[in-house]
């Protein structure tokens, strides 16, 4: 499955920052809270110094350094861990800051320093040491751990969350960045933890708003009324600003001054002194895709985003939220957002695209991703209640003996171990099992994983095999990479290079002798390798269309059974993307075509590509459609070859195509029809897994990567398709006999 080594969600990055610079800086403290451009890290740091480089899903972040003492609970390491401090029984009977006005000089002198330390580990974040490593948490980290009352009490210390909060705290100080988009574990905290955020930021700004929003208007008012309302309540007095209304408000929670009735009394009085408050509130609101539309808010907690149901969008409503955090170019406000995922028939596909959209791999010329957000995925095994150790740590793998939990039980098993039990237990019933892996993913597959029931093709296999795929380090599969013609010139040999930003995917290259196989006829040029393979093309027309949308242009190569030195049966490039021209897309797929020396089959309705072909003399290389004689093709058949996408007759042999496929050659073959039943199948393209498990061959415009890959099996088993010749039946002439043994000759009947 995963990688299972502890480090994999965060690692330590050295010698990004030359040590003359990190000590001088340090002596100064001279590091900037932000996004630091020349060495492309986003300091966290409040001290002006900088100690580890964290590299978190791709951001690296800069800690403060670490302390030469920080706090100890014990001096014995297996009693060093994070527990939070009791509060002065003596302190905590001042109810508010009236009350403290009031008390005595000495009383406020003995806890002046106490409450600053509070302020100033709210602030900057806390050390502490945790089974003798000195451990740096953020400040809404501590307020969480040390102020936040829960369910259960205190939270409990976890590294997941540590790391987490790590994450959120660059998302803050990231002025490229709108926020988070977090893919979570069923009851991994967050909504507590978004309340707490909520709360702490909203005790410490003036004129600000800070909105929540929720898969309905009643979990909203339901996470403001159970959460955010008794946290902001059990604050101690030092946190807690003036507060306007109820107690116990239902709707907004407000601090600000209450205002006074002006009576005759007190409208000639004037108060000798004047309590400001922040003019600050928490509300929520119901869901819908205008939500805060025209507000301006310092934060949104977003709960549970990707349970939006339809009508309602979340990918529509964080167009409109998104505008509440800006002005112009510049970012005033974040977005804390998290959830688990529906099925995505029921909604989960928006969130989905949301999550994926805010990668941090992938951004644009501002530095920006396309959501403004930048994602984080933390596994089930790194956050499972019941499988935490007392330090915070996960327990992973079963240990050799108990582990004392964070909760005080006893843990004898570890949490992949309990997973593959559920998981296995399940396996007869695939829509209970998709919903444990959406619940509980391992991956961000599982996360994603939608209802069986919706699915065309044998979700069994699919998942199988993207589970498979998940397991594996894609570098040692997978190249990505671009083609281009030698030496600039076109149509000589085209070359592969390997190149992160390219956008084909390749599992395999043939050798050299067969690398630009082509012959010529008739002025015309021909595949070399049709034996080897073929390829399958959804192309496009249009360069770009209002807004930026389209769907995106695909190409697939697939090996035949054969006897050269390659693999049979198997894809082994996918290339699946929308280059600013389809001039880029058409001569990318040339050149792969090319390179491989393969025909391609290609869907004619869309004929620009086919004609980019035909006119740079290739046009041999687009095979004719399969299921009709050459006679019977149309003129434009005949002169440019490609197959049509409105019979009906091809969207359901292309469909069954894809669905042998998968039989034959993806996921496990248990009943070893076709190869070893404990054998996995070789197909490492998990996009296009994805496209197959939720293809819907009455809506196919959205499934690119599955219009592609079927062509390519077709033009593999062209042969399936071919019209049926009908038999000439032999004519039989039936002479008739006479017998001539008589005077006369009789009819012989």
């Known amino acids: 499955m995963q990688n299972e080594d502890p480090n994999s969600l965060c690692r330590i990055i050295n010698n990004i920052i030359p040590k003359s610079v990190l000590t001088r800086k340090n002596k100064a403290k001279s590091w900037v809270y932000g996004y630091d451009k020349k060495y492309d890290i986003v300091v966290i740091s409040k001290d002006g110094t900088v100690g580890e480089i964290y590299e978190i899903n791709h951001l690296k972040i800069a800690l403060p350094q670490a302390p030469t003492k920080c706090y100890k609970k014990s001096t014995k390491k297996a009693e060093q861990y994070w527990e939070a401090f009791n509060y002065p029984k003596e302190l905590s009977r001042v109810q508010s800051i009236f009350q403290w006005n009031e008390m005595p000089a000495p009383f406020k002198n003995k806890w002046v320093d106490y409450i600053e330390e509070e302020f100033d580990r709210r602030e900057a974040g806390f050390w502490f040491m945790n089974n003798g490593v000195s451990t740096y948490i953020t400040g809404s980290h501590y307020t969480y751990l040390q102020w936040t009352k829960i369910d259960i009490g205190h939270p409990d210390f976890r590294e997941a969350n540590r790391l987490f909060y790590i994450f959120w705290e660059a998302c803050k100080a990231d002025k490229r960045c709108f926020g988070m988009c977090y893919l979570k574990i069923r009851r991994s905290g967050f909504s507590f933890?978004?309340?707490?955020?909520?709360?702490?930021?909203?005790?410490?700004?003036?004129?600000?708003?800070?909105?929540?929003?929720?898969?309905?208007?009643?979990?909203?008012?339901?996470?403001?009324?159970?959460?955010?309302?008794?946290?902001?309540?059990?604050?101690?007095?030092?946190?807690?600003?003036?507060?306007?209304?109820?107690d116990r408000p239902k709707t907004e929670l407000a601090y600000r001054v209450p205002a006074s009735k002006i009576t005759k009394k007190n409208m000639y009085e004037v108060a000798s002194t004047q309590i400001d408050g922040l003019d600050t509130t928490i509300d929520w609101k119901n869901t819908d895709e205008n939500s805060y539309d025209g507000e301006k808010l310092l934060l949104l907690v977003h709960d549970e985003s990707g349970k939006w149901i339809r009508p309602n969008n979340i990918l529509?409503?964080?167009?409109?939220?998104?505008?509440?955090?800006?002005?112009?170019?510049?970012?005033?406000?974040?977005?804390?957002?998290?959830?688990?995922?529906?099925?995505?028939?029921?909604?989960?596909?928006?969130?989905?695209?949301?999550?994926?959209?805010?990668?941090?791999?992938?951004?644009?010329?501002?530095?920006?991703?396309?959501?403004?957000?930048?994602?984080?995925?933390?596994?089930m095994e790194w956050n499972m209640e019941g499988f935490i150790d007392r330090y915070g740590m996960p327990v992973l793998e079963n240990p050799e003996t108990e582990i004392l939990g964070v909760d005080n039980e006893l843990i004898y098993q570890g949490a992949i171990d309990y997973w593959e039990n559920e998981v296995s237990s399940l396996k007869h019933d695939s829509d209970a099992l998709n919903e444990f892996y959406r619940q509980f993913p391992r991956t961000e597959s599982h996360a994603f994983r939608d209802e069986s029931k919706a699915s065309l093709f044998n979700l069994t296999k699919i998942y199988q095999q993207i589970d498979y795929n998940d397991s594996l380090i894609p570098e040692h599969f997978l190249t990505r990479g671009r083609f281009f013609w030698e030496?600039?010139?076109?149509?000589?040999?085209?070359?592969?290079?390997?190149?992160?930003?390219?956008?084909?995917?390749?599992?395999?290259?043939?050798?050299?002798?067969?690398?630009?196989?082509?012959?010529?006829?008739?002025?015309?040029?021909?595949?070399?390798?049709?034996?080897?393979?073929?390829?399958?093309?959804?192309?496009?027309?249009?360069?770009?269309?209002?807004?930026?949308?389209?769907?995106?242009?695909?190409?697939?190569?697939?090996?035949?059974?054969?006897?050269?030195?390659?693999?049979?049966?198997?894809?082994?490039?996918?290339?699946?993307?929308?280059?600013?021209?389809?001039?880029?897309?058409?001569?990318?797929?040339?050149?792969?075509?090319?390179?491989?020396?393969?025909?391609?089959?290609?869907?004619?309705?869309?004929?620009?590509?086919?004609?980019?072909?035909?006119?740079?003399?290739?046009?041999?290389?687009?095979?004719?459609?399969?299921?009709?004689?050459?006679?019977?093709?149309s003129a434009t058949e005949k002169e440019l070859g490609g197959i049509p996408n409105s019979s009906e007759d091809i969207k359901q042999a292309h469909a069954a195509a894809i669905e042998s496929y998968i039989e034959k050659h993806v996921g496990l073959d248990l009943d070893g029809s076709f190869r070893e039943s404990d054998q996995m199948g070789e197909m490492y393209f998990t996009r296009t897994l994805e496209d197959w498990a939720r293809f819907n061959i009455n809506?196919?415009?959205?499934?690119?990567?599955s219009i592609s890959s079927g062509l390519a099996i077709m033009a593999n088993q062209k042969h399936l398709y071919q019209p049926q010749v009908q038999k000439q039946s032999k004519i039989r002439l039936n002479f008739a006999r006479y017998s001539n043994k008589g005077i006369t000759s009789e009819l012989i009947r």
């Open 699 to 705: 809506n196919r415009t959205k499934f690119d990567a």
């Open 316 to 379: 529509s409503n964080w167009r409109v939220t998104k505008t509440c955090l800006r002005l112009g170019n510049k970012i005033i406000g974040k977005c804390m957002m998290g959830s688990t995922c529906n099925a995505l028939e029921k909604g989960g596909d928006n969130f989905k695209k949301l999550y994926f959209d805010s990668s941090l791999e992938n951004r644009n010329k501002n530095g920006q991703t396309k959501t403004g957000l930048y994602n984080l995925f933390i596994p």
């Open 487 to 633: 030496n600039g010139i076109k149509d000589s040999r085209v070359i592969w290079t390997p190149d992160v930003k390219g956008r084909f995917l390749i599992s395999w290259t043939p050798r050299s002798n067969l690398q630009n196989s082509i012959y010529e006829k008739n002025g015309t040029k021909y595949p070399g390798n049709e034996h080897l393979g073929s390829f399958g093309c959804d192309s496009y027309d249009i360069s770009g269309t209002v807004g930026g949308g389209g769907s995106n242009g695909a190409l697939h190569g697939m090996t035949k059974f054969h006897m050269e030195d390659a693999p049979t049966n198997q894809f082994f490039l996918q290339y699946v993307a929308r280059p600013q021209t389809a001039e880029i897309f058409f001569e990318e797929v040339l050149m792969a075509c090319v390179f491989y020396g393969m025909p391609i089959l290609v869907e004619n309705n869309k004929p620009r590509l086919l004609y980019h072909f035909k006119n740079r003399g290739y046009r041999g290389f687009c095979m004719n459609r399969p299921d009709k004689h050459k006679n019977k093709l």
């Open 193 to 246: 933890m978004g309340s707490s955020e909520a709360v702490n930021n909203a005790t410490l700004a003036k004129d600000s708003r800070i909105g929540i929003l929720s898969k309905t208007g009643a979990d909203a008012k339901k996470m403001f009324t159970d959460k955010v309302v008794p946290i902001s309540n059990n604050y101690p007095f030092f946190f807690k600003p003036v507060q306007d209304g109820m």
